[in-house]
């Protein structure tokens, strides 16, 4: 099933939650699917492409209205459809894994004992190239996404990034590009780079300012100060306000809080607590080690009172507060102890290729071999639809009915 919303014009598709009017529309992108008639104004499964709609009164423009009155133009504006899952949530983000190998062994995501040094990660030529995430990227813009995340693994360990960044930010329709990384190869050239390039955002990843816990959670004797001097890179090459995400784990770094929220206050930069969460197959999760969002939420507002933001847009993953000093913000992420699958908009791209619906789900659809078969658009637009249109995922919600061992993706294969 596939419902479409315009996102422009009813106001109910800007409230948190979803579901919109079903529009009529025309084709405009230059998909090369087998040659066929201009469709007449029906809904078909895979026109994506955008529609004028006048804003007065909801008509459609089609070609008769070219030659109409100045004015009558005028009110047009462009809409891009969007596609909505079993649940009435559209594909707004895709988080796309660019490699799978990572120089860190954190112990929430790659704990060592499990992916030592010799862990076999994925050849090169297993890998998508930049190619294909573009095309996969418009073909995914095209259906509605906006926001596109780099992830990995660690993403700056593929190399010449800024090209994948450049070519993602002239494709029509996405608005924001961001990257996730834990820091450690991001200098201040890196960063001008990839600003140069069109990146938008960072999240760098920091779990203490101690360095003895941050160094057992990375697991690499990596310092501290030199993710504080990538925060910083990241900051002077104009890709601020930095988010940093800081992973909370009982009995590891909940003593790390407030010098965390202490040490950004004031500073413009967001920290996100983030509950510890069963990611993966790897990493020992327990439900006694998870600190959770209301917790860490109380022990930061007994040393400095917060109030909460509203969400600017359905699909928010962290729950935000401001100090009520205005001395910025903090999030926190609360996927174990209060769900936040009933606004989900995010779809995962495996560095290799794989279409995962889901941070928990266990197997992706394999877009690679599709597109090396030498699928076309239409039919891949027809797959990526499809797959999406049946999504019922909602792990989060549903976490204490899965299976111990429900066999879950590796987080550094899909990304946070
Ligand atoms: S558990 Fe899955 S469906 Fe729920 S919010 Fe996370 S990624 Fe989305």
Avoid at 161 to 166: A, G, N, P, Q, S
Avoid at 326 to 339: D, P, R
Wanted: glycine letters at 8%; a positive charge; charged letters at 25%.
């Amino acid at each position: 099933m596939i419902r479409r919303a315009p996102d422009t014009i009813t106001a109910d598709a800007r409230k948190p939650g979803y579901g919109g009017k079903i529009a009529r529309h025309r084709q405009s992108h230059t998909f090369d699917t087998k040659p066929t008639a201009r469709p007449p104004m029906v809904l078909t499964l895979t026109d994506t492409s955008p529609y004028d709609i006048c804003v007065r009164n909801g008509t459609q423009r089609n070609e008769r209205d070219l030659s109409g009155l100045s004015d009558q133009r005028s009110c047009y504006r462009e809409v891009r459809p969007m596609i909505t899952d079993a649940f009435d949530r559209p594909l707004r983000d895709l988080r796309v894994s660019v490699t799978d190998r990572c120089n860190f062994r954190c112990t929430y995501c790659m704990p060592r004992d499990v992916f030592g040094a010799d862990h076999p990660f994925l050849p090169r030529e297993a890998l998508l190239t930049f190619e294909e995430i573009t095309r996969l990227a418009s073909l995914f813009a095209a259906l509605g996404v906006r926001k596109i995340r780099l992830t990995g693994g660690e993403p700056l360990l593929r190399t010449n990034l800024e090209r994948l960044i450049e070519s993602l930010s002239e494709i029509p329709g996405i608005e924001d590009i961001a990257l996730t990384t834990n820091g450690s190869l991001l200098s201040a050239q890196m960063a001008h780079r990839l600003k140069t390039a069109g990146l938008r955002r960072v999240t760098v990843s920091l779990d203490s300012l101690d360095d003895q816990v941050f160094q057992s959670m990375n697991d690499v004797s990596f310092p501290v100060h030199r993710v504080l001097d990538a925060i910083q890179a990241a900051a002077s090459a104009g890709l601020a306000p930095v988010k940093i995400n800081m992973v909370v784990k009982r009995g590891v770094n909940e003593d790390s809080i407030i010098p965390m929220a202490r040490y950004f206050r004031g500073t413009g930069h967001i920290v996100r607590f983030i509950e510890f969460m069963d990611v993966g197959t790897a990493n020992g999760w327990r439900l006694d080690e998870v600190v959770s969002a209301a917790e860490m939420v109380s022990v930061i507002s007994r040393e400095w009172p917060l109030s909460p933001i509203p969400p600017e847009r359905p699909g928010e993953v962290a729950a935000r507060y401001r100090y009520a000093d205005n001395l910025g913000e903090i999030g926190v992420i609360s996927a174990v102890t209060h769900a936040f699958c009933d606004s989900c908009n995010r779809a995962r791209l495996s560095s290799e290729g794989k279409l995962f619906t889901c941070l928990f789900g266990s197997e992706g659809f394999d877009l690679r071999r599709r597109l090396r078969d030498g699928a076309n658009d239409g039919e891949l637009l027809q797959v990526l639809s499809g797959i999406w249109s049946k999504r019922r995922d909602r792990y989060s919600e549903l976490r204490s009915q899965a299976g111990k061992n429900s066999k879950k993706v590796e987080m550094f294969h899909i990304g946070g």
